[in-house]
């Protein structure tokens, strides 16, 4: 009758080779459960002579919560110790790493099972944290254990890209400052995959990621989207000449909105003589100006005019509202043949002498850019990068906040957006 209770229990703890040597049952607490491996040696392992037990050291282990519990597994290790006394291995530690990596506080199915809540289904840390019933860290450091391998093994993660986008990003460092930090993600723009993430938001770190793949992978690009900034058009200029530079719509936008609010500000100091306050028509028109025009309802639109009659003397921030509109209209039109004359013209007439220096602004950018912003109508026959580009940067940024550094940042963000072969993850071993 006892060896059948045991072996009841041996089964539903689940672990290879194990004795059950008990179970505590600490009420609102973790359910302890006392193990000890059945097979174990008897001969050195460096010089075959008899070994014998000089100690009993308890590890005590995170495990998965059991029956709605979280539960701790209390493993009494062998300490040997060689009989040989010029022998010099002298003393170890048995160990196992079916049941947990030594250098792991938690065992190791729970570890890949933590792995994959956090990395894939996007739980937090926090969470996971409270159903397993311990600290942050010692979660955190599982996934970025099991994750990191994951991650670097899955060799077949990056496969063929057309569209490669680069973008910058922001995350928190945890630490006294809770400093920002910037990060560049690259992005396999058509599938919305996150190929990888490198740091800063210079040309360097994803020039020498490009360095690093091979010359055939590289050669099927053929579109290279960014913002409209500097570093990352050098990027594609020196180590990808020959794609299709494309500028994404979604900062050109936001590039025109910037430009209009930045109008806005100047117009409201200039008439007002003070910064926006909260009864100021300028200030109060603020959300309806950046909004896109056909999402404004007749209420919405009559405001704006009205608020804009009352604070905009000249014009000028109403001027900077069509300019911004006129920029959005770029792309609902979709002749790609026509796309950079009407880019041109725009650009153009947005550089008229009438026109607030704001717009004016927003009309050198336009030429300065002009290929790159025409480019995306005939790129987005792939569907364009805008959504899955934004979406995904959306997805990593919400869980960015609260990582010690930038590997823990990038390997968590890989395993959420990267899409990395989850089947891999049962046959690794942890680093
Ligand atoms: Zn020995």
């Given at each position: 009758m006892e060896s059948n209770a045991t072996r009841v229990c041996e089964i539903l703890l689940g672990l290879p080779a194990v004795n059950i040597l008990g179970v505590e049952d600490v009420q609102d607490e973790s359910l302890r459960i006392h193990i000890e491996c059945t097979e174990h040696t008897s001969t050195c392992r460096e010089c075959g002579s008899q070994v014998h037990i000089k100690e009993r050291p308890v590890v005590e282990l995170v495990d998965l919560p059991a029956f709605g519990r979280p539960v701790r597994l209390i493993w009494h290790k062998r300490r040997w110790e060689c009989s040989i006394s010029t022998c010099p291995v002298k003393t170890w530690t048995e160990d196992n790493p079916r049941i947990a990596?030594?250098?792991?506080?938690?065992t190791d199915r729970s570890g890949r099972w933590i792995t994959e809540q956090i990395g894939r289904y996007a739980r937090s840390v926090n969470e996971v944290a409270h159903e397993l019933g311990c600290d942050w860290h010692t979660i955190n450091s599982a996934v970025i254990a099991y994750g990191t391998v994951l991650v670097d093994e899955d060799t077949c993660r990056i496969g063929v890209v057309s569209a490669l986008g680069l973008d910058e990003t922001l995350f928190f460092r945890l630490g006294e400052w809770h400093t920002l930090q910037w990060a560049t993600c690259l992005v396999d723009v058509e599938a919305g995959t996150l190929l990888d993430l490198v740091e800063g938001r210079t040309a360097k770190a994803p020039s020498t990621w490009l360095k690093q793949r091979a010359a055939s992978w590289k050669q099927q690009i053929r579109y290279g989207t960014m913002d409209l900034s500097g570093p990352y058009k050098s990027v594609f200029d020196t180590e990808l000449s020959h794609v299709i530079q494309v500028a994404d719509p979604f900062h050109v936008i936001k590039h025109a909105n910037s430009k209009l609010d930045e109008c806005r500000r100047r117009v409201q100091n200039a008439t007002l003589e003070h910064r926006g306050r909260k009864a100021d028509p300028l200030y109060r028109c603020r959300r309806l100006l950046t909004k896109a025009k056909e999402r404004l309802d007749d209420k919405g639109r009559e405001k704006l005019l009205g608020l804009l009659k009352a604070g905009d003397p000249d014009g000028e921030v109403a001027t900077a509202w069509q300019a911004k509109e006129a920029v959005r209209a770029l792309y609902v039109h979709t002749d790609a043949k026509l796309a950079l004359e009407w880019v041109e013209t725009l650009g153009k007439e947005l550089q008229g002498k009438e026109k607030p220096i704001e717009v004016r602004s927003l009309g050198r950018t336009l030429i300065r850019w002009r290929k790159q912003i025409a480019a995306w109508h005939e790129s987005q026959v792939t569907n364009g990068p805008t959504e899955s580009m934004n979406n995904l940067v959306k997805r990593v940024k919400r869980g960015a906040f609260g990582f010690t550094n930038f590997v823990n940042f990038r390997i968590r963000s890989l395993l959420y957006a990267g899409r990395p072969n989850w089947s891999l993850l049962k046959t690794l071993t942890p680093r």
């Open positions: 990596s030594s250098r792991l506080s938690m």
